[in-house]
């Protein structure tokens, strides 16, 4: 994992002649789809246009990676009853007076539980409505919330539409567990139709996919159709981030390749920034879930702008439709393509199988022991990630600016990472930011919950930790496979 490719390592080494073109095969000088991007643009135009198209695609899924901040969240709440509503306005209450003479305390008890009380009845004065009901100064007896909540926020969340709360606040965690269920199984499937059918049918197939069961999930009219909907949407979301970043990475040149990865993730954290403005917006869910989900339908125009990978191509012995392609770049960048164009040829060894297979990660030792550290990287960024995000709603402070500086902490990563990269390779600052994610979230533990700017400030240093930590990770996977697995092994190993 330490080798330091100036981009993705495709599997063998390839030897160069005196032109720097790839060695002589039976007598004829095979080009590599690096040697013809050195003389046609490594990040020209067609380059440039591509990534901004691919960009919208990473931004795009933020919002239904972390969405359920916004779409899930919990505001103060308390028991319904038109009882205590009539009383309330009988009397003139404030709301601080309502509460206090109405609700058993505050918490989980004031929550989800309520006086079992006849508020319509006329000897309950205004000053002290409970006075003289509780027999010999017993406690008033108290019953679950039988005629729903009365929640203390103007917009609505799922939460408040179905009452997830009390008793039934555990389909919050089922909802978000949906979506992550949904990446676990597309997994299963999505990587392999990448490296079997190509990366542009499984761009778009997952694209509209996604789109559609965004604008369900808008229109669904109750709790278990909106988690089938986020079932499916988790079914091909991150395969359509994932093979958008596999494009990006196999159309540019080596000495662009790091860089475009890193910032294709950077794209994600704008679409972190945008959302926390459009939930802000648009404190209505099914408003805020439809605005996030009709733009994908813009990113089917890929068809027309965005070609299939040559590289890949090539490992499919489509030679032809890759000279075409290169030949399409070359003259989108206002260059002419090499005469040679025609001896273009896969980077890896020829005998590469055609059809990608789960076993291809374990065929060799040095592939099993890559697979396995990488699954369990995978495994423990994505989590810590997610908690990270997770537990901006629970530091009690803002929602909107909490997310936001929450957010913003993940632009020095692309910084850092490209200033480390080379000089201390992928191992040490793999190892050193998940050291620092590691030791936020355990400091977190003992910080007091009247202190939230320091809850947020410490969980703002974890997040930009584990951030770096993630994007090393995907680079670090486009490097060690060869082409042929290559989203294989990115859907697989998360």
Known sequence: MEQDCGGLCEGTQMINNDDGQSDVHGGSVMLTVDDVLEQVGEFGWFQKQTFLILCLLSAAFAPIYVGIVFL?????HR????????????????????LNYTVPGPGPEGQCLRYEVDWNQSALSCLDPLAGLAANGSALPLGPCVQGWVYDTPGSSIVTEFNLVCDDSWKVDLFQSCV???????????????????????LLATTITCAVSGVLMA???????????RLVQGLVSKGSWTAGYTLITEFVG?????????LYQMAFTIGLVLLSGLA???????????????PIFLLLFCYWFVPESPRWLLSQKRNTEAIKIMDHIAQKNGKLPPADLKMLSVEEDVTEKLSPSFTDLFRTPILRKYTFILMYLWFTSSVVYQGLIMHVGATGGNLYLDFLYSALVEFPAAFIILVTIDRFGRRYPLATFNLVTGLACFLMIFIPHDLPWLNITIACVG?????????????VNAELFPTFIRAWTLEQTQ
């Open 219 to 229: 229109v669904a009219p109750d709790y278990t159709s909106l988690l089938l909907f």
């Open 280 to 294: 802000y917006i648009l404190p209505h869910w099914r408003w805020l879930q439809l605005a996030v989900s009709l």
């Open 463 to 475: 997040r930009m930790g584990i951030t770096i930590g993630f994007q090393m990770v995907c680079l």
């Open 180 to 202: 992550n269920l949904g990446f676990f199984l597309g997994s299963l499937g999505v990587g392999y139709i990448a490296d079997r059918f190509g990366r542009k049918v499984c």
């Open 254 to 262: 080596l000495g662009y390749r790091r860089t475009v990865a890193i």
């Open 72 to 76: 899930a969240f919990t505001p103060d």
């Open 79 to 98: 028991c319904r009853s038109p009882g205590v509503a009539e009383l309330s306005r009988r009397c003139g209450w404030s709301l601080a007076e309502e």
